[in-house]
């Protein structure tokens, strides 16, 4: 088959053009204004936060055990880390 024909059911010819079309992607942040937010921990109180959460390369990562302690003492909340936002 030539380069930039395609076939149709039934054998019908489509003619299909012979370099990619250009398509524009997005940018995942088109809509979207930039803000600033503040936030407060929880995390097992007996625990410093370097324990259950890092920061590298502007990537939070929060980890928690079913034997860590709630996040306050005498909590009878689930174990939990995690960043609380501050929402205005």
């Given at each position: 088959?030539?380069?930039?024909?395609?076939?149709l059911v039934?054998?019908?010819?489509?003619?299909?053009?012979?370099?990619?079309?250009?398509?524009?992607?997005?940018?995942?942040?088109?809509?979207?204004?930039?803000?600033?937010?503040?936030?407060?921990?929880?995390?097992?109180?007996?625990?410093?936060?370097?324990?259950?959460?890092?920061?590298?390369?502007?990537?939070?990562?929060?980890?928690?055990?079913?034997?860590?302690?709630?996040?306050?003492?005498?909590?009878?909340?689930?174990p939990r880390?995690?960043?609380?936002?501050?929402?205005?």
């Amino acid at each position: 088959m030539a380069a930039g024909v395609g076939l149709l059911v039934g054998g019908a010819a489509l003619t299909l053009p012979r370099t990619p079309l250009a398509v524009a992607a997005a940018d995942p942040t088109d809509g979207w204004t930039q803000t600033s937010f503040t936030y407060s921990w929880q995390k097992p109180w007996d625990l410093d936060l370097s324990e259950r959460h890092s920061y590298n390369g502007g990537v939070h990562r929060m980890w928690v055990y079913d034997t860590d302690e709630p996040f306050a003492k005498g909590s009878s909340t689930d174990p939990r880390t995690e960043m609380r936002w501050k929402v205005d």
